[in-house]
C-alpha cells in the first residue's frame, strides 16, 4: 500500500497539534506501508512564508516533498474575509475567497496531486481547514482520507466544506465529540470512519527529579504545556490560579511550558519556563502533581493524552465539549467552568491522594487502552483495508458560476451555535453501528 | 462512609463534578430562583406604587409631562403615487404606467414607503399611548435590580454575623484550650497527694498558697505580654488544632480579612469557604459543628480519601486529606450522596 500524507507545514521542528500529529502517523504508518509526505514551504503558521527549500527533503526515513506557498497570509484580509462569513450573509464565492486569504495556497502541491494521484492508493489530508486539504481532497476525489482535527470555531459551518466531508472516503476523528460535531454540521454519518486520535512518543528515561534540579523548582506544582495564548484560555487559567493560590494552597505554583504570545503576570508562585525540549516536558509531567488544560477549543489535546500516559490527572476546561468527554470517559481528569469549580477541583487534586492515585491509574490505563502505538495503527489500517474493497462515490461539486454567487448562506457562526453540545458519552454503540453501515 | 473506597474503576467523575457542584451550591446558601425573585419584586413594587405612599405623584409627573409633537403621518398604498383627484390624469397615468415601467421599477419605492408610514404608525403609537407603560415597565426594572441587591445584602449580613459567631467561638476555645495547656498545678494528682503531707506538717499551709498565687500572677503577666513559653506552647497546639481543619477552597478575601485579624495571633489559617452567602441555620449549623470539632463531616471528596485511606493502609491514612469544607453544614442527603457508587 502506498500512502500520502498531505499536511500543512511538516519537519522535525515544527510542532503545532496537527502536524505533530501528521508526522507521528506518517513515521508509524511507514512501518506497514510505503509514506510520504507531501506539504508546503511554509514552517509559520501564521504567514505561510516560504521557509523550506522546496522539492524533495527526508525527515526521519520519510520522503517529504514540498511545494512553495503562492502567498502568504495577509492578516488584514483575512480577518476581513472571516468577518463577514463568520457575521454576516455570504455566498460560497465568499467562502472560498476566505479559504484562498487563509491558505496555504499551493497550485503546485495541487497540481502534483492531481497528477499522481493514481501513484498512491491513498491520501491522508490534515487539518480541514486549510486550502491545501480542500482542493487537496478535491484533487485527488475518491483517494482521499480526511483526518479533520476540527475544533468548535465559526469555520467549522462554512458551507464549502460539507462536500468535503460527505464526499471524503474516510475519515479519521479525534474525538467522538468532533465526530458528532461534523456529522451534526454536515450529515455525513454514512461516511465510513472511526474515533482513533494520536499516540505519543513517551521517552523511556524520564526523571522527575532532574526536571526539579534543573528549574529548581521544589514545591508541589500544577503544569500548562502548550502555547501561552488567550485563545488557549490562559489569562482566565492565571487569574484563577492567583485566586487560589492566595485564598486557599500555601504552596501549590503553576509552571508554565510553552512559548508566549501574551503577558505572563508577575506572581512568586507563577513560573514561566518557555520552550522545553521533550525530555524536559515529559520530566515536567512526572514531576508534576497535575496538568491543567485551560483551552475551551481543542480537537484532541495530545499533551493531556500525554499527562495520562505518564499517569498525571488532568484539570480542564469542561467549557471544552472533547476535553470534558475525555474526562468523563477516561475517568481520569476533573473538569471546571468557573472559579469554584477550578478551586474545589484543584483542591481536590492537591489534597485528596488516593483520589489522584485513582486518577493517575485511570489515565494510564486508558492511554494505554485507546491511544498506543499498535491500537492506532491497527484502526488506520483497518479503516484503509475496508476502503480498499468498498467501491467510491462521487464528491458533490462546486455551484455554477451564479450559484456560487448567490449570497443567501447564513453566517456561520449562527450555524455552530446551533450545533449540539455538551460530551458524546453515548457514541461507542453509535460508531460500531456505523463502522458496520 | 466507611465502605465509600476509591478504586480506579470505580472512580465516576461526573458523580464526583455533581458533588462538587452540589457543595458550591450550598456553600452560596439561598439560592432564589428568578421567580422568586419576581414575586419577591412585586410585592415591593406595589408598596412603591401605592398612590398613599412616599412617591404617590410618580406617575402623575410622568403622566403631565409635556407631550412631543409629531407631523402627522401619510397613508401609502399601491395606487397613491398614480392617485389624482382628477379622473382624466388617473386614467392617463394609468395608460402610460407600463412605459413608466420601462423606465425604471416604481415597485420597490412604492413598498418602501408602504413599509415606513406602517413603521411611522407603529413608533407614533408606541411613544404616544404606552409611554406610560414603558416609564412603568422601566420602575419595575429597577425595584427587581433593588430587591435583588437587598437578597445579596441580607445574604452577606448573614454571613458577617456566622463568621463573627466563629470567632467568638474561636476565641472561647482558645482560652480552654490555654486552661488545658496550663491546668491549675493543685489539681494534679501529685500535688493531691502533697497537699495532706504538708497539712500533717502543720508549717506548710502557706507555702502552697504562696506557689499558687505566683504561678496565678506568672499566668497573668504571661497573657499580657504574649511572650511565654506556656503561652506560646498553648498557642501552638491551638494551631494545631485548627489546622486540622481544611480550608474550603473557595475562598472569599472580604471575610478572610476580619477572620484574619482575629486569628492573626495564633497565625490560624484564613477560612476562605465564609465569603458564599449562608443562611440563618448556618451560623446555627456552624456553632454545632464547631463545638463538635473533629467530628465534622468532610468532603465528597475528603470523605472519599479518608475511608479510603483508612480502610487501605496505615502509611495512607497518615496522608488523609484535612477536611476542606470543615464549617459546611451538611444535610442527611449528604451522607447518603457519598455512599458508594462502586
Redesign the interface.
Known amino acids: 500500500m502506498k500512502l500520502a500524507v498531505v499536511v500543512q507545514r511538516y519537519g522535525s521542528d515544527v510542532n503545532g497539534g496537527a502536524e505533530l500529529h501528521a508526522r507521528y502517523i506518517a513515521e508509524h504508518l511507514a512501518n506497514h506501508a510505503e509514506v510520504e509526505v507531501l506539504t508546503t514551504c511554509a514552517r509559520d503558521y501564521v504567514s505561510w512564508r516560504n521557509e523550506f527549500d522546496p522539492g524533495e527533503d527526508r525527515v526521519g526515513n520519510l520522503l517529504v516533498r514540498r511545494f512553495p506557498v503562492r502567498h502568504p497570509r495577509d492578516p488584514l484580509i483575512f480577518d476581513r474575509w472571516s468577518h463577514r462569513v463568520f457575521e454576516h450573509r455570504h455566498s460560497v464565492a465568499h467562502e472560498l475567497a476566505w479559504l484562498e486569504s487563509e491558505g496555504p495556497t499551493s497550485p503546485q502541491l495541487i497540481r502534483h496531486l492531481r497528477r499522481n494521484a493514481s501513484t498512491y492508493d491513498f491520501f491522508l489530508f490534515f487539518s480541514y481547514r486549510y486550502a491545501h486539504a480542500y482542493h487537496g481532497c478535491r484533487a485527488v476525489g475518491p483517494r482521499a482520507v480526511l483526518v479533520p482535527t476540527a475544533e468548535r470555531d465559526p469555520a467549522i459551518g462554512l458551507s464549502i466544506f460539507g462536500p468535503i466531508f460527505r464526499g471524503v472516503r474516510g475519515i479519521m476523528y479525534n474525538s467522538f465529540e468532533e465526530r458528532a460535531m461534523i456529522h451534526a454540521v454536515a450529515g455525513n454519518s454514512k461516511v465510513r470512519h472511526t474515533v482513533v486520535g494520536v499516540g505519543s512518543e513517551i521517552p523511556s528515561n524520564i526523571d522527575a527529579d532532574r526536571f526539579r534540579q534543573k528549574f529548581d523548582i521544589q514545591q508541589p506544582f500544577i503544569v500548562y504545556i502548550g502555547r501561552l495564548d488567550e485563545n488557549k484560555g490562559c489569562p482566565e487559567l492565571f487569574q484563577f490560579f492567583r485566586n487560589y493560590a492566595s485564598r486557599v494552597s500555601g504552596s501549590l505554583q503553576l509552571v508554565l511550558i510553552g512559548r508566549s504570545i501574551l503577558q505572563i503576570p508577575s506572581h512568586p508562585r507563577i513560573r514561566q519556563l518557555g520552550f522545553v525540549s521533550d525530555q524536559d516536558k515529559f520530566d515536567a509531567l512526572a514531576a508534576a502533581h497535575a496538568l491543567v488544560m485551560p483551552s475551551k477549543f481543542e480537537s484532541l489535546s495530545m499533551v493531556t493524552l500525554e499527562a495520562w500516559a505518564m499517569g498525571r490527572p488532568v484539570l480542564a476546561n469542561g467549557s471544552c465539549d472533547v476535553l470534558q468527554g475525555q474526562c468523563i470517559r477516561s475517568k481520569a481528569g476533573l473538569y471546571y467552568k468557573n472559579y469554584e469549580e477550578f478551586a474545589e477541583t484543584l483542591h481536590a487534586l492537591e489534597t485528596n491522594r488516593p483520589l489522584h492515585t485513582a486518577l493517575s491509574v485511570n489515565g494510564s490505563e486508558y492511554f494505554q487502552r485507546h491511544y498506543s502505538w499498535p491500537v492506532i495503527e491497527r484502526k488506520y489500517l483497518e479503516v484503509l483495508n475496508h476502503l480498499k474493497r468498498e467501491e467510491a462515490q462521487r464528491m458533490e461539486p462546486l455551484p455554477g458560476w451564479f450559484g456560487r454567487r448567490r449570497s443567501n448562506i447564513a453566517p456561520t457562526r449562527k450555524t455552530v451555535d446551533a450545533l449540539p453540545t455538551g460530551p458524546a458519552l453515548k457514541f461507542n454503540r453509535g460508531s460500531r453501528a456505523a463502522r458496520r453501515g | 462512609m466507611a465502605d465509600f473506597a476509591?478504586?480506579?474503576?470505580?472512580?465516576?467523575?461526573?458523580e464526583?463534578?455533581r458533588h462538587?457542584?452540589k457543595?458550591?451550591r450550598d456553600k452560596r446558601g439561598v439560592d432564589y430562583t428568578e421567580q422568586e425573585i419576581r414575586e419577591l419584586a412585586n410585592v415591593k413594587l406595589q408598596r412603591i406604587l401605592d398612590p398613599t405612599g412616599v412617591r404617590s405623584d410618580l406617575l402623575k409627573h410622568f403622566r403631565e409631562r409635556p407631550k412631543t409633537t409629531w407631523p402627522e403621518n401619510y397613508s401609502f398604498e399601491k395606487d397613491t403615487i398614480y392617485a389624482s383627484t382628477r379622473g382624466v390624469v388617473v386614467f392617463v397615468r394609468r395608460l402610460l404606467r407600463p412605459v413608466l415601467k420601462l423606465l425604471f421599477s416604481p415597485n420597490p419605492l412604492i413598498d418602501t414607503l408602504h413599509k415606513q408610514s406602517l413603521i411611522n404608525s407603529h413608533i407614533e403609537a408606541r411613544l404616544g399611548g404606552d409611554h406610560d407603560a414603558l416609564n412603568y415597565e422601566i420602575l419595575n426594572n429597577l425595584v427587581v435590580e433593588i430587591t435583588r441587591l437587598r437578597i445579596e445584602v441580607n445574604n452577606l449580613k448573614m454571613q458577617v454575623q456566622s463568621v463573627n459567631s466563629r470567632l467568638d467561638f474561636d476565641e472561647r476555645r482558645a482560652r480552654a484550650l490555654e486552661g488545658l495547656v496550663n491546668p491549675p498545678v493543685a489539681a494534679t494528682p501529685t500535688e493531691r497527694k502533697a497537699k495532706p503531707d504538708a497539712e500533717e506538717s502543720g508549717d506548710g499551709s502557706s507555702k502552697p498558697r504562696r506557689r499558687r498565687r505566683r504561678r496565678r500572677g506568672t499566668r497573668r503577666r504571661t497573657a499580657q505580654d504574649g511572650e511565654m513559653s506556656q503561652t506560646a506552647e498553648a498557642n501552638t497546639k491551638i494551631v494545631e488544632t485548627e489546622n486540622q481543619e481544611?480550608?474550603?477552597?473557595?475562598?472569599?478575601?472580604a471575610v478572610?480579612g476580619s477572620a484574619q485579624s482575629a486569628e492573626s495571633s495564633t497565625e490560624a489559617?484564613?477560612r476562605?469557604e465564609a465569603a458564599i452567602p449562608r443562611t440563618p441555620a448556618d451560623g446555627a449549623a456552624d456553632t454545632k459543628i464547631a463545638e463538635t470539632e473533629n467530628q465534622e463531616e468532610p468532603?465528597p471528596?475528603?470523605e472519599?480519601?479518608a475511608s479510603?485511606?483508612s480502610a487501605?493502609s496505615a502509611e495512607?491514612s497518615t496522608?488523609?486529606?484535612?477536611h476542606?469544607e470543615a464549617a459546611t453544614p451538611r444535610t442527611p442527603a449528604d451522607g447518603a450522596a457519598d455512599t458508594p457508587e462502586q
Do not use: C, F
Open positions: 476509591i478504586r480506579s474503576g470505580s472512580i465516576d467523575v461526573e464526583i463534578m462538587i457542584r457543595r458550591i481544611e480550608p474550603s477552597p473557595i475562598a472569599e478575601t478572610a489559617p484564613e476562605p468532603s471528596i475528603a472519599t480519601a479510603a485511606a487501605q495512607s496522608e488523609a486529606p484535612e476542606p
